[in-house]
């Protein structure tokens, strides 16, 4: 049990264009998800963490216009990069926490390459 | 705040050698703890928790971990190293009240030679 599912695993667009990242939660629900960037060979930065049904709260420095969070169900939460540029390629990864045993379920990865 | 320190970067073991990859933390409470592990290109799967109660965690893939309050460690170990066991090692602390997210240490990666 206890499973996320992220898509796409990998994605190339091209600079100013937007893509979205999905998350879901695939046999509970989730209360609050996660986001998270790593850069190669470093650890886990958190962006945002956002809960159903209401806004998402941004880490400090990250641009909030930029990576949009929503979170429309207990199922499933998305990211969108808008105008993406070279800078913004990185390996995003989703969180879910699950009621109150402090169980946090990461998803797969999703590897975003801005050409 | 709360901190994670993962003083070793890099690793090397042999394998069917011992291994213990250790993580300090900063926390003014009773710390809830976890070890994650990622393979390149993947995201994190759980070793293991520690919330309260015994010390000593069992967890996946015959990995344990011990908890020591005087020392503010939640050091990683195995008896016997596997090659699949190459990858890196997260450890973190969280959450604390009122804020759900977990803080991450910087990773240790551990490499296996035959």
């Known amino acids: 049990g206890a499973v996320v599912s992220q898509h796409p695993s990998w994605v190339i667009c091209k600079s100013g264009t937007s893509v979205k990242i999905e998350c879901r939660s695939l046999?509970?629900?989730?209360?609050?998800m996660f986001w998270y960037r790593q850069f190669p060979k470093q650890s886990l930065m958190l962006m945002a963490t956002?809960?159903?049904?209401?806004?998402?709260?941004?880490e400090q420095g990250v641009e909030k216009d930029k990576f949009l969070i929503n979170h429309a169900s207990l199922t499933l939460s998305t990211l969108t990069v808008t105008s993406a540029h070279p800078e913004d390629s990185s390996f995003y990864i989703c969180?879910?926490?699950?009621?109150?045993?402090?169980?946090?379920?990461f998803g797969s990865g999703t590897r975003l390459t801005v050409v | 705040a709360q901190s994670v320190t993962q003083p070793d970067i890099h690793i090397t073991v042999s394998e069917g050698a011992s291994l213990e990859l250790r993580c300090n933390y900063s926390?003014?409470?009773?710390?809830?703890l976890f070890w994650y592990v990622q393979s390149p290109g993947q995201g994190l799967q759980l070793l293991l928790k520690?919330?309260?109660?015994?010390?000593l965690v069992q967890g996946i893939k015959g990995f344990e971990a011990e908890f020591k309050r005087s020392q503010s460690s939640f050091n990683l170990r195995k008896p016997s190293v596997h090659w699949s066991d190459a990858a890196e090692y997260f450890c973190?602390?969280?959450?604390?009240?009122?804020?759900?997210?977990?803080?991450f240490g910087t990773g240790t990666r551990l490499t296996i030679i035959p």
């Open positions: 046999d509970f629900q989730a209360t609050t």
């Open positions: 926390y003014g409470a009773t710390p809830y």
């Open positions: 969180s879910a926490k699950r009621g109150q045993d402090y169980g946090y379920t």
């Open positions: 956002s809960n159903e049904g209401s806004k998402a709260t941004y």
């Open positions: 973190a602390v969280g959450p604390t009240f009122g804020n759900e997210k977990l803080t």
């Open positions: 520690y919330f309260s109660g015994d010390t």
